[in-house]
């Protein structure tokens, strides 16, 4: 069983407290990374699974949930800056870094930064238009344009108090269709939860942090950085559509078919030809770090184990 729960603040070189919460446990360590507008909390089922064989940690990205903003913009590098300084500060400098999302290209990256290994749980963001399979390329990048300033003109929206109900009425809906623990859900709104000077409610990150974390998404080459990695990497690709998106346009679904087909060929690829790289699916949506906890808990002791076995050696 995990050690009794704490949660703290880690404060990064720039001044910016950092919200962990420390699972405790033994064996070899793993820092749990959230996605885009979420926070730690969607990891409290899979963490307390791995907590059993490992020593777990998990944060609250900057801008989000209970960490500072800071005075920089919101960038990967200063995300994976951050989280070097939780791994020097738990002295877990060896951890396997997973992520869930945009968690998952922060996980990636950290690679470049030293980690023993990573897990990108999902993490594929919008992708290049080349990668929509079936579509015109000059197409997708339209569509592209127009689903970037949809999610740009969403995030981060103040709202009246008397509206929260509303907010959480929406991911009541959410959790059913799912079958995820509605408590989780609220629990994470409520913690992502933050105030204007005049009084309303936004989730955080707020727009202009959103913003800048949707702009550094569409700017990151990941296959570029798959194809450099030397150290384990673990890519978990959801097998379920998402439910559709509320105020979503028309044609967003098929948009996003045509992805999912464009992913499931580029990684095949991709594994088959660096050994570093393992792909794998999860027959969940998006959500299967709430929808499938155990088999995440799983997947990521796996590699764990990889990371921690003898030594690969390179071709």
């Not at 070899?28 to 507008?37: C, D, M, R, T």
Request: glycine share 12%; proline share 5%; with cysteine.
């Amino acid at each position: 069983m995990a050690e009794e729960l704490t949660e703290d603040m880690c404060v990064t070189d720039d001044g910016v407290r950092l919200a962990v919460r420390d699972y405790g446990g033994e064996g070899p360590a793993v820092l749990l990374l959230h996605g885009a507008g979420r926070t730690l909390v969607d990891w409290e089922p899979a963490a307390s699974l791995l907590a059993v064989r490992h020593r777990v940690v998990a944060v609250d990205l900057r801008g989000h949930g209970r960490s500072g903003d800071g005075a920089v913009p919101w960038t990967f590098e200063v995300a994976v800056e951050d989280v070097m300084t939780v791994l020097r500060t738990y002295g877990i400098p060896d951890a396997v870094v997973v992520g869930h999302s945009m968690g998952g290209m922060v996980a990636a990256l950290c690679l470049e930064r030293g980690a023993s290994a990573a897990v990108n749980l999902d993490g594929h963001g919008m992708g290049r238009a080349e990668q929509y399979a079936g579509l015109d390329a000059g197409y997708v990048r339209e569509r592209l344009a127009e689903a970037r300033k949809f999610a740009d003109e969403a995030v981060g929206r103040p709202f009246a108090a008397e509206a929260l109900a509303g907010v959480l009425g929406h991911q009541a809906a959410m959790a059913a269709e799912l079958g995820i623990a509605y408590g989780l859900l609220e629990a994470g709104v409520r913690r992502s939860l933050g105030e204007t000077a005049d009084g309303q409610l936004f989730l955080r990150p707020g727009r202009e942090r959103a913003r800048q974390a949707q702009e550094a998404m569409a700017g990151l080459d990941l296959f570029g950085l798959y194809r450099r990695v030397t150290r384990p990497l673990l890519i978990a690709r959801a097998l379920r559509p998402n439910p559709p998106v509320p105020g979503a346009p028309p044609w967003f679904d098929e948009l996003m078919g045509a992805y999912q087909e464009g992913l499931r060929r580029d990684l095949d690829e991709l594994a088959g030809e660096r050994e570093w790289v393992s792909v794998t699916g999860v027959d969940a949506t998006h959500a299967m770090l709430l929808e499938r906890p155990a088999e995440i808990a799983e997947l990521v002791s796996g590699c764990v184990a990889a990371a921690h076995g003898p030594r690969r050696s390179g071709r």
